[in-house]
């Protein structure tokens, strides 16, 4: 499977309750993706990008007063799980000001292990 069709499998398992409270609120009337991006970065990252070579990313996105992140390889290839939240509203997400930054935890989280399996997919 492609990495554009993973991601696609991985948006259509999204859901409100896979925010946290906070943004549940703020995700309101915004695109469907908005608020998952760590969550489908992370997911991304231990179902292909981690054996590949793509690392976290993340960078602060002004205009919607929030932070950003997708997955980058050393050549600078990205893979970018929720980029139509900003991209429908005509905003260029600044990847050349973002930094590696590692997940919270080690192992998939709670949440990304929820996407993970509602996208049908199993964590090897």
């Given at each position: 499977?492609?990495?554009f069709?993973?991601?696609?499998h991985?948006?259509?398992?999204?859901?409100?309750?896979?925010?946290?409270p906070?943004?549940?609120?703020?995700?309101?009337?915004?695109?469907?993706?908005?608020?998952?991006?760590?969550?489908?970065?992370?997911?991304?990252?231990?179902?292909?990008?981690?054996?590949?070579?793509?690392?976290?990313?993340?960078?602060?996105?002004?205009?919607?007063?929030?932070?950003?992140?997708?997955?980058?390889?050393?050549?600078?290839?990205?893979?970018?799980?929720?980029?139509?939240?900003?991209?429908?509203?005509?905003?260029?997400?600044?990847?050349?000001?973002?930094?590696?930054?590692?997940?919270?935890?080690?192992?998939?989280?709670?949440?990304?292990?929820?996407?993970?399996?509602?996208?049908?997919?199993?964590?090897?």
């Open positions: 499977m492609s990495p069709e993973l991601i696609r991985l948006q259509s398992a999204l859901t409100p309750e896979l925010l946290k906070a943004w549940r609120t703020r995700a309101a009337n915004e695109h469907r993706t908005f608020g998952h991006c760590y969550v489908v970065t992370e997911a991304l990252y231990h179902l292909y990008g981690r054996s590949r070579g793509y690392e976290p990313r993340v960078v602060q996105v002004p205009e919607l007063d929030t932070t950003h992140w997708w997955l980058q390889n050393a050549e600078g290839k990205v893979l970018d799980g929720t980029a139509e939240q900003f991209t429908t509203k005509g905003i260029e997400i600044p990847y050349a000001r973002g930094r590696g930054s590692g997940f919270l935890t080690k192992e998939p989280s709670k949440r990304c292990k929820i996407l993970i399996q509602r996208a049908g997919f199993v964590i090897e």
